[in-house]
Nanobody
Framework: VQLQASGGGLAQAGASLRLSCAASGRTFSSYAMGWFRQAPGKEREFVATIDWSGGITYYADSVKGRFTISRDNAKNMVYLQINSLKPEDAAVYYC?????????????????WGQGTLVTVSS
């Protein structure tokens, strides 16, 4: 499985970004997808997950109401819409493909990871 994340960049606090992740190599629609992030000096943390159908999503408390995860199974794409950016959102964002069709925030349930896309926030 290959995952290619894109869409990161420099944005001002309060602005919006849309991250994209293109997947290839296995039946995309059979697996849940997730977004994680890692800030400098911190451990990688869960951000959002979506089940195989796109009907179930979960979010980290820190991003609820500001981030939206979605997927397009016809295009093998998963997205993360980031609104109202905060300085603490700055991190490398990784998309990941889960072992299961069910949405999950557990690191151990993901077996393939993209290379990450950097989000920088200016205040």
């Amino acid at each position: 499985v290959q995952l290619q994340a894109s869409g990161g960049g420099l944005a001002q606090a309060g602005a919006s970004l849309r991250l994209s992740c293109a997947a290839s190599g296995r039946t995309f629609s059979s697996y849940a997808m997730g977004w994680f992030r890692q800030a400098p000096g911190k451990e990688r943390e869960f951000v959002a997950t979506i089940d195989w159908s796109g009907g179930i999503t979960y979010y980290a408390d820190s991003v609820k109401g500001r981030f939206t995860i979605s997927r397009d199974n016809a295009k093998n794409m998963v997205y993360l819409q980031i609104n109202s950016l905060k300085p603490e959102d700055a991190a490398v964002y990784y998309c990941a493909s889960a072992l299961t069709p069910s949405a999950t925030g557990r690191n151990s349930q993901y077996d393939h990871w993209g290379q990450g896309t950097l989000v920088t926030v200016s205040s």
